[in-house]
């Protein structure tokens, strides 16, 4: 399917999202899905600032802790600190250069080792205000086009859109206020990960995979369905248990 | 802003209440922290407060948790935050009782903030508001960093629940604090990893006990140990430590699967 088509297809499918009463970890983690798939890049995230200006995750094109924890370097440095900062993209960046190394000394090794060679950062912007950044890994060394560039912005641009929920965007403190619900729904979720983890003797990574299909499948609100899970009102005997085993490999 | 992250260092002597009011620039202000429960995982309750500045906005504290309604009620119940800096504008039927008795208390507006990580529910944060119009964003930008240092701190491995963590078999070193710079509180090393969340939803059902309990174990584990909260939680989450033990027994803190039933 050409691109163009594609695209097209998925402005649809997020503007038939934010149209209905939407999860929004759902469909950030859906739009960094396609992020990965429309750039031809290994994996995406987004994260958000907290309330100290540090950057937290809070999507991922693939839930594997080990690339959260990528992301969760980048608090305090890295390119995404450095783009949500500045304001300004930056993109194409090769993380075998010895630069990356000495400015990201905890951030580029951990990258390396996962077997990224090329990562980008692009702003989530709110008109003068940075809210976060949209962050690409890619495991070659092609560089993006400044379409695809263009095109990672849209995508960016649309994430801000989706975790401010278009309303009221002139008042800071409601700004703040979905940012705050945002994160706060990121941890719940990492705290149900635990939850099932623990209940079903799997690993994190494979407890979550059952939650959101369960999810998916019976049309429930992610964060919803968490908080049920945490104050004990959802039975989780009722979701398939995936089968105990080891750890799953690493992210692709 | 300092002064009120000062106070809350332990043994610091001071009164974040006062020192918030005084920083934020409005009348009163409490922090309520929920009561361990040792049957309620499940059941909401309500926070007690803890500080409050001055004796009216524990009087309204008290008032709103008897009378089970209210901005801080609907603030728990819902885990976000409930502003109604003036209590005239409210609609009569939201809160048909408590409204008439907050303003006869002498409390005009009031803005709840729930302080909580994800699904650890650590307490309420109060601003009693003069009526005089809502916050500024100055005062709403202050008031997200107070949230942070109390979540901190109230999650601290000296910090007011700290005796929950001690007396509850948690590992207490006796010398464990050594490599530690001091409060070890601010700011909240570790929180923003993944696997600490992941280890502390695993040893909330190691411990059958919340998820503020078992992130307040995790944390006084770690400190205890002068390890890094988020080499603990890997461990946790890769099977290589659990906590077990009902939280009223003593004695029973974390320890290595190796060699047990595997």
Redesign the interface.
């Known amino acids: 399917m050409a691109r163009e088509q594609r695209l097209a297809e998925v402005f649809v499918e997020i503007a038939d999202s934010l149209i209905d009463d939407f999860d929004v970890l759902d469909l950030l983690q859906r739009l960094s899905a396609r992020c990965v798939e429309l750039l031809g890049v290994s994996a995406a995230g987004i994260l958000l600032a ?3 200006g ?1 950057l ?2 809070i999507a991922a094109s693939d839930e594997h ?1 080990r690339l ?2 990528l992301f ?1 370097r980048q ?1 305090d440095q890295g390119p995404c600190m450095e783009c949500f900062r500045s304001g300004a993209a930056r993109t194409n960046i090769d993380l075998r250069n010895s630069g990356a190394a000495a400015d990201w000394p905890r951030f580029t090794p951990r990258a390396r080792e996962i077997g990224y060679v090329t990562t980008h950062a692009i702003p989530l912007r709110l008109r003068d205000r940075v809210v976060g950044a949209l962050n690409l890994f890619q495991r070659t060394d092609r560089r993006l086009a400044e379409d695809e560039i263009a095109l990672a912005q849209a995508l960016a641009d649309v994430a801000t859109i989706t975790i401010l929920q278009q309303r009221s965007l002139e008042q ?2 409601v700004v ?2 979905q940012l ?2 945002a994160l ?16 079903w003797n799997t690993s ?1 990574d494979d407890a979550f995979h059952a939650f959101r299909s369960y999810a998916r499948s019976h049309h429930l609100r992610l964060t919803d369905l ?2 049920h899970v ?4 959802f039975d989780t005997a009722v979701i398939p248990a995936p089968e105990a085993g080891p ?1 799953a490999g690493p992210a692709a | 802003m300092a002064e009120v992250l000062r106070s809350l260092r332990p043994g610091s002597g001071g009164d974040p209440a006062a020192a918030g009011a005084r920083a934020l620039g409005v009348p009163g202000v409490a922090v309520s922290v929920f009561p361990r429960s040792p049957d309620g ?2 059941a ?1 309750r309500a926070p007690e407060p803890l500080w409050c500045f001055p004796e009216l906005s524990l009087r309204f504290e008290e008032l709103q948790f008897t009378l089970g309604e209210g901005p801080g009620p609907d603030a728990v119940r819902a ?3 409930v502003l109604e800096p003036d209590l005239r504008l409210v609609a009569p039927d939201r809160w048909p009782v408590f409204l008439a008795a907050a303003q006869q208390l002498g409390v005009h507006g009031v803005c709840c903030f729930p302080l ?5 529910r650590i307490g309420l944060l109060t601003l009693l508001c003069d009526g005089s119009g809502p ?1 500024s ?1 100055i005062q ?2 202050d008031t ?2 107070l ?2 240092a109390l979540i901190a701190s109230l999650l601290g491995d000296r910090g007011p629940l700290d005796g929950l963590s001690s007396m509850n078999g948690g590992p207490v070193g006796s010398d464990g604090a050594a490599g530690h710079d001091g409060d070890g509180l601010w ?1 909240p090393e570790g929180l ?4 600490v ?10 411990l059958d006990t919340t ?1 503020a309990q078992a992130l307040v174990r995790l944390r006084a584990y770690a400190y205890s140990s002068g390890r890094p909260l988020g080499d603990v939680a890997e461990d946790v ?2 099977r290589r430590l659990r906590f077990e033990g009902a939280m009223d027994d003593d004695g029973n803190g974390p320890h290595s699967p190796d060699g047990g039933e595997g």
């Open positions: 907290d309330a100290d540090e937290q995750v802790t959260l924890e969760a608090h800071s403190h703040n206020t705050n619900s706060s729904s990121r941890i719940l979720v990492e705290q149900v990960k635990g939850v099932l983890a623990e209940r994190v968490a908080r945490v104050d004990g009102s750890e | 995982v499940g909401v885990g976000i935050p909580a990580l994800g699904g650890a916050l964003d709403l930008q997200n960093t949230t942070a700011p923003r990893r993944a696997v969340h992941q280890a502390t939803g695993m040893i909330s059902v190691q998820l989450v890769a």
